[in-house]
């Protein structure tokens, strides 16, 4: 029963390996990063933003390579194994899908410098620090509903949710962190700019009086 579930999972294992080792290199690089950080979820922001931009300059833009050069379905190597292996749950992956490749496109050449730079502005407390991460947060939420909503809308066809593996640890899971944690920054910044909304509003009413 074990077997029919789950099948093979060599690739499977190689895969949550390297986003294991992916995630260990995030937390040392954050680590190292935010030592004149004060703030303690700032600290695991920056921890975040190494293992986003790990994600989009490795995983992401490997898919890039194959799609432009053929398919992933037609590519050999390591990254395109690990690509198959998240192609059984996705099939769209495989192939040359526009729609995933033009919101690849968009987190490998937008969403990945400005995580690197997002944490030079936390680093050095620069002012634009909060528009940076509004920026990158919207754009993550935008790619994760691109991904999936034209999928669900067509009767998901493409997705294969038989099978436990692939459909908590794959579909909801990986993609379910880009959605929590962007969300979760995003009301970070909602709540250190409120209080620069309210100093206006405070004036403006002692004028009236």
Not at 48 to 60: C, G, P, Q, R, V
Not at 102 to 126: M, Q
Not at 201 to 207: G, V
Request: hydrophobic fraction near 50%.
């Amino acid at each position: 029963m074990t077997q029919e579930l789950f099948g093979d999972q060599t690739v499977a294992v190689f895969s949550l390996t390297l986003t294991f080792l992916q995630l260990l290199s995030a937390v040392v690089l954050g680590w190292l990063a935010s030592r004149s950080v004060k703030s303690s979820a700032d600290k695991w922001i920056i921890v975040w933003l190494f293992y986003d931009a790990i994600t989009h300059f490795s995983l992401e833009a490997s898919y890039l390579a194959m799609s432009f050069h053929g398919t992933v379905a037609k590519s050999e190597g390591y990254m395109a194994e690990l690509w198959k292996e998240y192609g059984k749950a996705d099939s769209r992956w495989l192939h040359f899908d526009t729609t995933i490749v033009s919101l690849e496109l968009l987190t490998v050449l937008i969403c990945g410098p400005i995580c690197i730079w997002l944490v030079y502005a936390i680093v050095n407390s620069k002012h634009y620090r909060h528009f940076l991460q509004i920026t990158l947060c919207v754009s993550e939420l935008y790619g994760g509903w691109m991904t999936f909503a034209p999928e669900w809308i067509t009767g998901s066809a493409a997705l294969n949710t038989s099978n436990p593996l692939y459909l908590w640890v794959y579909l909801v899971f990986f993609n379910g962190l880009w959605v929590v944690i962007p969300l979760a920054m995003l009301w970070q910044s909602w709540e250190a700019l409120r209080p620069l909304e309210e100093i206006p509003s405070k004036k403006s009413r002692k004028k009236l009086q």
